[in-house]
Each structure stands twice: as C-alpha cells, then as structure tokens.
C-alpha cells in the first residue's frame, strides 16, 4: 500500500498584502457547548451558566463564552490562513463586538496586513492577518490581528 501525501495550504508567497479571504464555513453556536467549553476551561464566570445573573448584567439570556467565540473563529481560518504548517506567533489588538447567543452562526473573514521575509529563519516569512468574525446579522463579534511563520516555496 502506498501512502499518499497531498500538500495542504498556502505559502508565504501566497500572501499578497491586502488580499483578502472569505472563509467559507460558518459555525452555529448552541448554549450546552458554551456551558461545556466554560466548565472545561474552568472559566467559572456565572454569566456564562447562570440565567438571572446574565439578566441582572443586562444580557437578554445567557450570551455564549466570548473564548470559544474568538477560538472557533481562528479555526474557521485556518484553512484558508495556516493550514500549511508554521508557528503561531500570537494575537494582538482582540476586540470583542456584538453579543454572541445561543443560534447565533458567525462566519470570519481575514485580510493580508503585512509580510516579510525573516533573516533568522531562512526560508520562512511572517504574515500577518486581521481576521473578523460576524453573525448572520452581519454584525462584528469578535476581532483581531495574528501572525504565523510561513514556509516559502522555494525553501
């Protein structure tokens, strides 16, 4: 039997500054996995589990876990962004908008702010992405700038 390996993602020269990107899966979010995901994570916020509390703080009901937000929305882009292996070299400038509650679907969006090539790491670049997660009312939840080494093609 022959294994067969089919390369996946982009590489750094795939990443024209102010190209943009529509990721196209989007992801339903349900209150049983915001409660699972905050007990996990031990985020013991009782706004995130308890209905009168997230009343009394002026939410309609219980909103959904702005972490899993962030984090299903980075995993909506990797596809497009990362899926070709490389350090990630974290986050800046995350920004939370609209609520996000329970049937809620948010979709993301990225867009090419800067690459350069590294003199450390011969054959790799840094990109750096902003990426947007919206919901179906087109309103921004969540926002943010990252950065991740990518290979060349030439390397």
Known sequence: MTTVVRTRGLSF???????????HWGRTFTLAESIAYSTRMMHHNPMYFDEPY???????????????????????????LSEAGGPFLGIEDLVYGAVTYAGDTVRARSEVLTTKVTRSR??????????TGYNQRDEVVVEYRRANLSKMRAA
Do not use: C, K, M
């Open 13 to 23: 020269e795939d990443f024209e500054v102010g190209r943009e990107f529509v990721h």
């Open 54 to 80: 997230a009343r009394r703080l002026g939410y309609r009901t219980i909103p959904i876990n702005q972490f899993l937000v962030y984090s299903t929305v980075l995993g909506l882009s990797v596809e497009d």
């Open 122 to 131: 011969p054959g790799w670049g840094v990109v750096e992405w902003r990426t």
